[in-house]
């Protein structure tokens, strides 16, 4: 039996990978393989069987539970970034897939975040063993786990993750943006907005900009001086609501300033978006994108988006990089069968 870590995993770009594996190990009859250790605030619409326990998302909990059942698993991959609380002896696998861990100091962050984030690295290095394997979404953040200086470079795997989907082409509504992303500063949504406003004043025809953000997180922004401008603030929303928002939009227009992967920027592009994105590697690395700014100018991202919407033969986005969660799976499933031997 596998265990499947996903304690802290409940939101965003985490949920989409634990819910992107489950569906996986089930269409390939691999669900009775694993075991789910899962966020109480974790919430999916998928059928578990009985080989799952909910715990609330702290080291408390985890810890109790590996205490009791260390010896139950064959192997363990922990998804969300921390290794286990206690020594294990099997195979670990650990996906780290959050920048911020490695280089808070170079997000525009409070000093209370970057303590947080300080303390939590702290205790991932802490925690970490020898004999552990990492895995990693892109060559990147593998470069930038090793400068860490506390994991070996042969035991750092790169297995990039996303879902095979190829969307049915949709008639797009003209002039149309979205950004997939939560408030935190990193994704740099001041600047978009700022950026949107100044164009709005010099255009005659409208806009539209979806953001999956919560307006309340943005209230001290001066939206009175939009014109052309219609911003909706759908929040956290379904993957379904995405999709339909998606498949309508011209753009995925992306100012991250850090990520460790860049899942949106994918799927925007699988539902036939032209991405404008930050002239930044992380981008480079995983996509060809139609246009790209300076993300620290709101004027150079507004630029940007003057270009896209009167050039007429703006490129066509693409995917660099391949889906290798089957190979993720195979990894650990023989290092199951090694660990039986």
Not at 15 to 38: A, E, H, P, T
Not at 141 to 160: A, N, R, S, V
Not at 243 to 248: C, M
Not at 279 to 296: A, G, K, M, R
């Amino acid at each position: 039996m596998i265990l499947l870590d996903a304690v802290y995993v409940h939101n965003y770009g985490g949920k989409s990978i634990l819910d992107l594996l489950i569906r996986f190990l089930k269409d390939k009859n691999l669900i009775d393989s694993f075991y789910f250790l899962l966020d109480s605030r974790y919430k999916n619409s998928f059928e578990l069987g009985s080989k799952f326990k909910y715990v609330n998302g702290s080291e408390k909990g985890r810890w109790a539970f590996y205490k009791k059942n260390k010896s139950h698993f064959s192997s363990i991959l922990c998804l969300a970034n921390v290794p286990p609380p206690i020594k294990i002896k099997s195979p670990v696998l650990i996906y780290f897939h959050n920048d911020l861990l490695i280089n808070y100091n170079e997000a525009n962050l409070s000093l209370k975040s970057k303590l947080l984030f300080f303390l939590k690295f702290s205790y991932i290095k802490h925690k970490s063993q020898e004999t552990y394997y990492w895995s990693v979404q892109t060559d990147i953040m593998k470069k930038k786990i090793f400068d860490k200086g506390f994991i070996k470079e042969d035991k750092i795997k790169i297995f990039p993750i996303y879902e095979d989907n190829i969307s049915t082409p949709t008639k797009k509504e003209k002039n149309t943006f979205i950004y997939v992303s939560n408030s935190m500063p990193h994704k740099n949504i001041k600047n978009l907005i700022l950026a949107f406003v100044n164009l709005s004043q010099k255009i005659n025809y409208e806009i539209q900009l979806n953001l999956t953000s919560l307006k309340k997180d943005f209230i001290g922004i001066d939206l009175e001086r939009q014109k052309n401008l219609k911003i909706f603030w759908h929040g956290e929303i379904e993957k379904n609501k995405l999709e339909t928002i998606y498949k309508r939009c011209e753009f995925l227009i992306y100012p991250s300033l850090k990520e460790s992967f860049g899942l949106p920027l994918i799927e925007a592009i699988q539902h036939n978006c032209k991405i404008l994105a930050s002239d930044l590697p992380y981008v480079h690395e995983i996509i060809e994108p139609s246009l790209v700014f300076n993300p620290n100018s709101y004027k150079d991202i507004s630029k940007a988006i003057n270009l896209a919407l009167n050039s007429e033969k703006l490129k066509e986005s693409k995917i660099k990089i391949k889906n290798t969660l089957p190979e993720m799976i195979d990894y650990l499933i023989l290092k199951t069968k090694k660990n039986n031997k």
